[in-house]
């Protein structure tokens, strides 16, 4: 996804909203030998778009449902 798609969803929120946002960039794979160039980020966006990430979906679903259900039962999470 572009920065631009995501500035346009960020529109339909208020300013103030509170939101949980993940999102990665080149950086995350840096291993602090070599940085990964634009071209080798590109093909790594282009072979994952569209590839099942929902694991990681829903692994995140279920780590929120947990601390709301610790939250609902009067623990801090």
Do not use: C, Q
Not at 45 to 69: A, M, P, Q, R, W
């Amino acid at each position: 996804m572009k920065a631009k798609d995501v500035i346009k969803y960020m529109k339909e929120y208020h300013p103030e909203d509170e939101l949980l946002v993940m999102w990665w960039d080149s950086d995350v794979l840096y291993n602090g030998d070599s940085e990964v160039t634009e071209d080798e980020w590109n093909g790594v966006i282009d072979t994952t778009d569209g590839h099942g990430l929902d694991s990681v979906n829903d692994e995140v679903y279920s780590i929120l449902k947990e601390i709301l259900f610790a939250i609902r039962r009067g623990g801090n999470g």
